[in-house]
């Protein structure tokens, strides 16, 4: 069984709007998520479409270092999950000296594709 992860960290989008995309492809055959997420309307669609390339990428990279078989139409998301990161705080100038503040949210965002277990096949 290969299993590959894929992080990123710090990346400017709210993990709750994140968490929308992500929730569409989990548990779902990593080539169909890709699919799924070209043609998803959401913003976050395009970090997270790059993510799951980077982890059938890292499949790839791995069962060659272990001199593995790796059918890349096998792999699946197995875990999929959104964290959220820092935020950045910023004023915006308000009236009569006033200072209200912005909250600039980032996500952290993780990605684990996986083979089935030769049992299940």
Do not use: C, W
Not at 25 to 33: F, S, V, Y
Not at 35 to 41: D, E, H, R, S, V
Not at 64 to 83: G, H, M, P, W
Not at 104 to 116: G, M, Q, Y
Request: charged share 25%; glycine share 4%; proline share 2%.
């Amino acid at each position: 069984m290969v299993e590959s992860i894929a992080r990123v960290r710090h990346i400017r989008v709210t993990a709750q709007k994140a968490r929308r995309v992500v929730n569409l492809i989990r548990g779902k055959q990593a080539h169909e998520a890709l699919g799924i997420l070209k043609f998803a309307p959401q913003g976050a669609s395009d970090p997270v479409y790059k993510l799951v390339a980077s982890a059938i990428a890292n499949a790839r990279v791995k069962a060659d270092a272990a001199n593995e078989f790796l059918d890349e139409q096998d792999l699946f998301i197995s875990q999929a999950f959104v964290d959220e990161g820092t935020t950045l705080k910023r004023f915006q100038a308000r009236a009569q000296g006033r200072a209200f503040q912005i909250k600039k949210r980032t996500s952290h965002i993780t990605v684990v594709l996986a083979t089935p277990e030769e049992g299940t096949k």
